[in-house]
């Protein structure tokens, strides 16, 4: 761990918060975990090398995942495009694997689409369940091999 001025950090692990100047209060532990943070605090990172995209945010979790520099964010490895609609409000993991939720209390500038619905229809949206979650619901979705 390389610091100059950051205090109250964890580091377990080969080549940890190597990059680390003055972020404080964070926990990282895996090979290369959390390597290139400079002034990040209070993330928190499991895995090698989880954390590498995260330089300057705070509050980012990363499992498994290289994650984004993106203050108050969670990323989890190998899982992507995921929505688990059991949970209120429901959660979406997306490409990036970050953590995400559909629900509108947290969107802003939500209009209707109006004459846009044609454009929608011919991408040709499709109902479908998950083959792997057999406990979840009707989805609604594109498949994206027929939209390329």
């Not at 108050?72 to 209120?88: E, H, K, L, Y």
């Not at 970050?98 to 040709?124: C, H, V, W, Y």
Request: glycine share 12%.
């Amino acid at each position: 761990m390389s610091n100059t001025t950051g205090r109250g950090d964890t580091a377990v692990g080969f080549s940890v918060l190597s990059g680390n100047t003055t972020g404080t209060q964070n926990t990282a532990v895996g090979l290369g975990a959390l390597s290139n943070n400079t002034t990040g605090f209070q993330n928190v990172v499991l895995g090698g090398p989880a954390g590498a995209s995260v330089t300057t945010a705070n509050n980012v979790i990363c499992i498994d995942s290289t994650g984004l520099n993106i203050s108050s964010s969670c990323f989890i490895g190998n899982i992507r495009g995921v929505t688990i609609a059991q949970m209120t409000p429901s959660m979406l993991i997306d490409s990036t694997r970050q953590l995400g939720t559909p629900s509108p209390r947290f969107k802003k500038d939500i209009k209707p689409m109006n004459g846009s619905s044609e454009a929608i229809l011919a991408l040709k949206p499709v109902t479908f369940h998950y083959k792997t979650d057999t406990a979840s619901g009707r989805e609604f979705g594109l498949i994206p091999e027929e939209v390329c």
